[in-house]
């Protein structure tokens, strides 16, 4: 059973999803399920709750980031938000992201060279 899908607005900075497009700033349009945005807003949530734990490791002056846990499931984090935002995005929002070069998934697919 299809359903329904909806418009919703994303503003990246802070992981907000809105229906209103003249509510706030947005960087992204996407047309999505319930379920969908569900899934969007449980990566947003993650992420949130490790930029938490990447503010309490910062001030731990002797770990170096590339040995930092913390950043890297930040990173991974971010992947997800983008992955799904493309998946879901209108095609502006896939030319944007296409644009950026950092979906591993879409360069594999692509052998690495974006449309």
């Not at 990447?54 to 890297?72: A, G, I, K, T, W």
């Not at 950026?100 to 692509?110: D, F, H, P, Q, W």
Request: charged fraction near 30%; proline fraction near 2%; aromatic fraction near 16%.
């Amino acid at each position: 059973m299809d359903q329904q899908k909806n418009t919703y607005y994303i503003w990246l900075q802070n992981g907000q999803i809105s229906r209103d497009r003249d509510t706030s700033p947005w960087n992204f349009q996407v047309e999505a399920t319930d379920e969908e945005i569900s899934q969007l807003r449980e990566y947003f949530d993650q992420n949130y709750s490790v930029e938490w734990q990447n503010f309490y490791r910062s001030h731990v002056p002797y770990v170096q980031y590339h040995y930092d846990r913390e950043n890297d499931a930040y990173d991974k984090g971010m992947q997800k938000i983008y992955e799904m935002i493309y998946k879901i995005g209108n095609e502006e929002a896939r030319k944007h992201i296409e644009s950026m070069g950092i979906l591993e998934s879409l360069a594999k697919e692509t052998d690495g060279f974006t449309n």
